[in-house]
């Protein structure tokens, strides 16, 4: 058996790495943590990042572990991440098959919904949906999942449109296939690389979006960590105490880079021109 | 003749719509198809070959395209007819297509053996297993080496003769009555379009297969067929046996066909023949005759009238659409 082609894709594997090493810290996360990550302790408010009183980055402005909050921070913002993109890649990818399959009068009205919402700035549009639907969570995914919908429509339809024209369809229609199978045989595949590429970028640009919105106060409430609240109190201490505000800062950045490396080595070897060239 | 006619195509019309008026891509063209017979059918780029066999399995986009008159009889049945969910049931079954550019009518990111075995999946519901089985069969068939290894690469690992026979071993899958073979040696070079078209012999001659040959090659026709059409501006304006083409031609625009083939003891110093002039716009087509324009022997008839087929000597396998051969149809 040969290597999988991603363990032949150094950039794939760095994010790949990446991304594992957070889900590790997720895992365990759930069972085990260096302190409770949001007991206060008036006793270690605000104290340096140091080996000796076990708080490896620091505590904050109540004394809590921020390493702590950071391993806790995490599952929630990957599963936001996660749930979001999926929930904006259903929807868009639907409505996007659907377009360009049809094509005429139902594309024409199902691509200028999507201009629509497109037309509103993301972060604009995801507060204005966490006005409306009240500030928790679960909304934070149905958010950001609407802001996905009409990126996927576009992506999906494009190559749709592009790959509808091409002979194969012809020919496997002349075999005796209907739409249904022709779209998701045929179509539906051959669309997955600027898709796959999508999701990956949605990803990364999720957990910044989760990050943003609780940054605001309008994602994941305290006391309950998230990447972005804790960057989001930790902005009146960070003169005093910069490890409050560059450690959650640095967990965003790597695990966005992580997502966005493995998207890039992702579409390498997802491209079927690209396989198996020795 | 007493032979089984397999599929009779009677006064087909296809029309597309463009933003410049209406295009007769196809304009009363009939024919009989034969078991076991190869048909060529003959003309220039943009004639309506193609049209006229997508036409038959109603394979024409609408919109644009769009069949307006005609029938299409395949075991006494009206194909033009038929629902789509009935006329998918004979795609790839019983008629088969063999297309132009085996480079694009592959899925690039589908299996060669998956892609093979698609039809019998299909039509015949065949395991997966079974399917493979067949498909790597098949694959030895048509002459490709290390059929077991090779069924599971992607088209692109295939070359573009390999994939051409790909296509030839996916249509002939399900056993089909008739195959449509549309310009099959076109996008390849010489040698392998020998190979190519040899396959399509034997295996149709093997399985009694009836061959529609789409081609603008006369060699690929001489090769090959039993019969011919030679379709001009979206008609047919004679039909005739091999012999009776290449020996005996009656239209002006078949002579001109076969003058402009280079010929090996020609004297290279002379010019190749050409027919002057271009095909008509098939938008607005002349009243008369749509050879007329280019015609070296148009009369005045032509010009106003065009020329319905007249079969010579009564037969109706023989006929030529054109003024001159008027008396010879009344004698006959």
């Known amino acids: 058996m040969e290597k999988p082609r991603i363990l032949k894709n150094g950039i794939a594997i760095m994010g790949l790495v990446i991304i594992l090493l957070y889900i590790i810290m997720i895992i365990v996360s759930s069972f085990w943590l260096p302190f409770d990550p949001s007991e206060m302790d008036v006793k270690h408010v605000l104290e340096s990042p140091s080996f000796g009183t076990g708080h490896f980055f620091g505590t904050d402005e109540f004394g809590r572990d921020v390493l702590s909050r950071i391993m806790k921070g995490s599952s929630v913002s990957l599963i936001i991440s996660i749930s979001a993109t999926a929930l904006g890649a259903v929807f868009g990818i639907m409505m996007g098959i659907w377009a360009g399959f049809l094509g005429g009068r139902w594309d024409n009205f199902i691509m200028r919904i999507a201009d629509i919402m497109f037309s509103f700035p993301s972060l604009l549009m995801a507060i204005f949906v966490m006005a409306v639907l009240g500030e928790n969570t679960y909304n934070v995914i149905i958010a950001i999942g609407i802001i996905y919908i009409p990126q996927f429509a576009r992506i999906s339809r494009g190559a749709i449109l592009s790959l509808k024209s091409n002979e194969f369809i012809r020919a496997a229609r002349s075999n005796g296939a209907g739409n249904i199978y022709i779209l998701f045989r045929h179509l539906l595949p051959n669309s997955m690389p600027p898709i796959i590429v999508q999701v990956s970028l949605s990803l990364s640009v999720a957990i910044l979006l989760e990050s943003s919105l609780s940054f605001l106060g309008l994602g994941v409430q305290p006391p309950e960590p998230s990447w972005g609240n804790m960057l989001s109190s930790a902005r009146k201490v960070m003169m005093i105490a910069p490890w409050t505000a560059i450690y959650p800062g640095l967990a965003i950045i790597t695990l966005v880079l992580g997502f966005n490396l493995l998207g890039d080595g992702l579409r390498d070897i997802l491209d079927p021109r690209l396989r198996n060239v020795s | ?332």
């Open chain 2, 1 to 332: 003749m007493g032979k089984e006619i397999i599929l009779h195509v009677e006064g087909l019309r296809t029309e597309f719509q463009t933003e410049r008026g209406i295009v007769q891509a196809v304009n009363n063209v009939s024919f009989v198809l034969h078991r076991g017979e190869t048909l060529g059918i003959v003309g220039e780029s943009g004639c309506g070959k193609s049209v006229t066999n997508f036409s038959i399995l109603k394979l024409v986009q609408y919109p644009p395209g769009r069949i307006t008159d005609g029938t299409v009889l395949y075991n006494e049945k009206d194909l033009l007819q038929c629902s789509e969910d009935e006329i998918r049931t004979i795609r790839g079954k019983h008629i088969a297509m063999i297309f132009q550019d085996p480079l694009t009518s592959l899925n690039p990111v589908i299996k060669i053996w998956v892609q093979i075995a698609e039809a019998l999946r299909l039509h015949q519901g065949m395991s997966k297993k079974d399917a493979k089985a067949k498909a790597i069969e098949l694959l030895k068939l048509i002459g490709i080496p290390d059929a077991e290894q090779r069924a599971d690469n992607y088209p692109h690992q295939f070359s573009g003769g390999m994939r051409q026979r790909v296509m030839i071993a996916m249509a002939l899958s399900c056993n089909p009555d008739i195959l449509i073979a549309d310009e099959p040696t076109t996008a390849l070079d010489v040698t392998i379009q020998a190979q190519i078209l040899e396959i399509i012999k034997n295996l149709s001659q093997e399985h009694k297969t009836s061959v529609i040959m789409i081609t603008h090659d006369l060699g690929v026709v001489a090769e090959m067929c039993d019969a011919v059409c030679v379709m001009y501006a979206g008609r047919i304006v004679e039909r005739a046996t091999i012999d009776e083409l290449f020996y005996d031609p009656k239209h002006p625009y078949t002579i001109g066909l076969l003058n402009s083939i280079p010929r090996i003891d020609q004297d290279s110093e002379e010019h190749l023949h050409s027919i002057l002039g271009a095909p008509p716009d098939l938008i607005d087509l002349p009243i008369g005759c749509p050879f007329q324009p280019r015609c070296t022997h148009a009369m005045e008839i032509c010009a106003y009238k065009s020329p319905p087929e007249f079969s010579m000597g009564g037969d109706e396998s023989r006929t030529v659409a054109c003024w001159l051969h008027e008396k010879e149809h009344a004698h006959g």
